[in-house]
């Protein structure tokens, strides 16, 4: 083969699909109203939704269509646009990028664009684009728990034996979750043999962590009697302490011992000096009992 003919094949197209290159964002909330909220919904409870609002430029060119956010959808599929032109949007997924507020407008977007009782195709991973600070009119979540996944699924279609299957499979995996209002994106669960109180905490993280290692020097960590506590995650930024509780106790028990500890939080965070040695040594045993979500 000639060097000329060489160069014109090494020059030709191949067909391959361009690389697309992830990039990790720590905060992908960051800038949104609710944030400990959002990463609540993400991480921590298993059935709820929202209602979500487009930017007017979006509804102009889209409609101004339902939309609902909601914890996971069937399949933990990343969107549904339904028969009846309402919208889904799960925030938890099996696949994403490193940018969870870009999938979740990706998701949004290719809903959007998808005809109503259509099946969703998303990439799985968007490449650059707008995200969910892009596309939505920002304020506080109007949150709703759900005891079952009916919400997914028009009236008609939950009459289906098969339809009714798998929601009584989904619905068996939800475990009993109350929103505290002792505390923004505060929840009480109970999970088999356990019940905890995790909070989202909205600070930054090395001034949550410093506040919490204060209050675990001073032996102010538990909520009460009978509580324990059993460390904390990393979660999109922001800081998740986690309690254990009495089994036995419903959720409304806990409203004023959180209460009281968000105020035992707040004045600690009021402290910006340097670690004592007590608070030094806290610090490193939160540390040692944290946990990463992503």
């Given at each position: 083969m000639s060097k000329r003919r060489k160069n014109q094949r090494a020059a030709a197209p191949t067909g391959k699909r361009e690389k697309v290159r992830d990039v990790f964002v720590p905060r992908p909330f960051e800038g949104l109203t609710d944030e400990p909220?959002?990463?609540?919904?993400?991480?921590?409870?298993?059935?709820?939704?929202?209602p979500l609002r487009l930017t007017p430029a979006l509804v102009d060119e889209y409609g101004d269509r339902p939309i609902t956010l909601a914890t996971v959808l069937p399949m933990a599929a990343p969107a549904m646009s339904r028969e009846d032109g309402h919208i889904l949007v799960g925030l938890q997924r099996h696949q994403q990028s490193g940018d969870v507020?870009?999938?979740?407008?990706?998701?949004?977007?290719?809903?959007?664009?998808?005809?109503?009782?259509?099946?969703?195709?998303?990439?799985?991973l968007p490449g650059p684009g707008p995200r969910l600070q892009d596309i939505l009119v920002d304020g506080p979540?109007?949150?709703?728990l759900h005891e079952g996944f009916e919400f997914w699924l028009v009236p008609a279609a939950a009459e289906d034996p098969t339809v009714q299957a798998s929601l009584?499979?989904?619905?068996?995996?939800?475990?009993?979750?109350?929103?505290l209002a002792a505390a923004r994106a505060a929840y009480w669960c109970r999970v088999p043999e356990k019940a905890h109180v995790?909070?989202?905490?909205?600070?930054?993280?090395?001034?949550?962590?410093?506040?919490?290692?204060?209050?675990?020097?001073?032996?102010?960590?538990?909520?009460?009697?009978?509580t324990k506590f059993a460390g904390m995650f990393r979660a999109h930024g922001r800081?998740?302490?986690?309690?254990?509780?009495?089994?036995?106790?419903?959720?409304?028990?806990?409203?004023?011992?959180?209460?009281?500890?968000?105020?035992r939080y707040a004045e600690a965070l009021t402290e910006t000096g340097p670690l004592d040695a007590a608070a030094r040594r806290s610090r490193q045993g939160l540390l040692g009992r944290q946990l990463t979500l992503r």
């Open positions: 909220e959002w990463i609540a919904l993400r991480e921590l409870v298993p059935a709820a939704s929202a507020s870009r999938d979740l407008a990706e998701s949004l977007l290719c809903a959007l664009r998808t005809a109503a009782g259509a099946p969703v195709a998303v990439p799985p979540l109007e949150i709703t009584e499979r989904a619905n068996a995996a939800i475990y009993p979750t109350v929103r995790r909070w989202v905490l909205p600070e930054a993280e090395e001034a949550a962590l410093d506040a919490l290692a204060r209050l675990g020097a001073a032996g102010s960590l538990a909520l009460g009697e009978g800081l998740v302490p986690v309690w254990d509780l009495p089994e036995d106790a419903p959720a409304g028990d806990w409203e004023h011992p959180v209460a009281d500890f968000a105020k």
